[in-house]
Nanobody, 124 residues
């Protein structure tokens, strides 16, 4: 049962930008923390970015700091991931996640709901 739906993935050249969106399919997550994770072929799913329930705190993986930005929509039940200066190493399936906790947001275990993912491919 899909709870979150990602969109905005695609093919882009290195140095380009993409903006991912995540919206709930059946319920709202206004009071939930939201996160983005990614999984490259034959690799573990890894943390990318997260935003706290209020939106006041944002967290980023070292590999994307300064290039990616996470934000909530005005309705707060949507979340975006602006990805700039993309690199081939950013190629992966990107997953949106949400959860009631407001700490430990770099851990997959902090999230109860996951989307099905959107493919991002960065060509060199």
């Amino acid at each position: 049962q899909v709870q979150l739906v990602e969109s905005g993935g695609g093919l882009v050249q290195a140095g380009g930008s993409l903006r991912l969106s995540c919206a709930p399919s059946r319920r709202t997550f206004e009071n939930y923390a939201m996160g983005w994770f990614r999984q490259a072929p034959e690799k573990e799913r890894e943390f990318v970015a997260a935003i706290s329930r209020s939106g006041a705190r944002r967290y980023y993986a070292d590999s994307v700091k300064g290039r990616f930005s996470i934000s909530r929509g005005n309705a707060k039940n949507t979340v975006f991931l602006q990805m700039n200066t993309l690199e081939p190493e950013d190629t992966a399936v990107y997953y949106c996640a949400s959860g009631p906790l407001d700490y430990g947001l770099e851990s997959k275990s902090s999230y109860n709901y996951w989307g099905q993912g959107t493919q991002v491919t960065v060509s060199s």
